[in-house]
């Protein structure tokens, strides 16, 4: 009967052997190999304002309709003459060109400009990485962004991660699904293996699964 049970025990043991390997993402694809410093830098999507960012709205010869203002969590921003004009979803040339429209009932033809002094951006332009991390945040994307980059600023992994059992998740614009692709984090971070660095996309999502043992 004992030597019934070792066996029972002895097969449990292999079928989880064979199980976890393939829980640890083997069925997810993986991505490309980036490199640690891009061979020729090129930049990302126009930027979109979002809640929380810094503006600086310049009307040319009109310094009283000027300001700096931050857009509100509601996502609107008030300025002399304009109240809750919408600011977040927009490139700040769209923002531009609104408040020409609307200060021009006020003034004749008014050149205005926006510039964005501190970022945030929407959400689908943050990069969040949750988890097994020292400092789980979302980061504002730039043009070029690694996962390394992204693993710089939230400190790295913490003692309890799996790192090779980590995911990306990334919105699919074109057939409008989400897809998961494996990341090797603990290879990167800890062997510096190079083939495991993966560009990011702005709305990406790298989750840090803590070690099961």
Known sequence: MALYRLGRVSLALGVMGAILPSC???S????????????????????????????????WRNPELSAKVQVRPDGRITTPLISDMPAVGKTPAMLADDMKIALGEFIKDPIVSVIVENFSGTYSQQIRVVGATEKPASIPYRANMTALDAMIAVGGLNEFASGNRSRLVRYDRQTGKQREYRVRLGDLLKNGDVSANVRLEPGDVL???QSMF
């Open 28 to 59: 997810r694809p993986e991505l490309p190999a980036a490199t640690f410093v891009a061979t020729r830098e090129m930049p990302s999507d126009e930027y979109v304002i979002g809640p929380l960012d810094q503006l600086n709205v310049f009307v």
């Open 24 to 26: 640890a993402g083997g």
């Open 207 to 209: 989750i840090i699964p």
